[in-house]
Nanobody, 127 residues
Framework: QVQLVESGGGLVQAGGSLRLSCTTS????????MAWFRQAPGKEREFTVG????????YYANVVKGRFTISRDNAKNTVYLQMDSLKPEDTAVYYC????????????????????WGQGTQVTVSS
């Protein structure tokens, strides 16, 4: 059974940093595109960063570019989201997701592109 488990969320002051982790199990996603989305109360789930490990393409939403970085540790089956210079508007539940189908510059930002999702981890940034 495929599982994605996020961790690392919490409460941080504006300007601070957090590192989220997403550990996968049940199958190997070493070559699959992965992404981090977030969803704030009353808002739609939105894309923040995604990457295709084998192709080398990485996309960042403009609102997080220069502040968020995605990376991975294959030995641990874990993907990380380093979040720096956090702002109150970054407050949301953050989800990792994996795609097993078509993933490209035209669809990476749609939640429907992704097939597996974690349960989410809450990030709260205080002002």
């Amino acid at each position: 059974q495929v599982q994605l488990v996020e961790s690392g969320g919490g409460l941080v002051q504006a300007g601070g940093s957090l590192r989220l982790s997403c550990t996968t199990s049940g199958r190997t996603f070493a070559l699959n595109p992965m992404a981090w989305f977030r969803q704030a109360p009353g808002k739609e789930r939105e894309f923040t960063v995604g990457t295709h490990w084998s192709g080398g393409s990485t996309y960042y939403a403009n609102v997080v570019k220069g502040r968020f970085t995605i990376s991975r540790d294959n030995a641990k089956n874990t993907v990380y989201l380093q979040m720096d210079s956090l702002k109150p508007e970054d407050t949301a539940v953050y989800y990792c997701a994996v795609a097993v189908g078509l993933w490209n510059s035209g669809n990476y930002y749609y939640p429907r592109t992704y097939d597996y999702w974690g349960q989410g981890t809450q990030v709260t940034v205080s002002s």
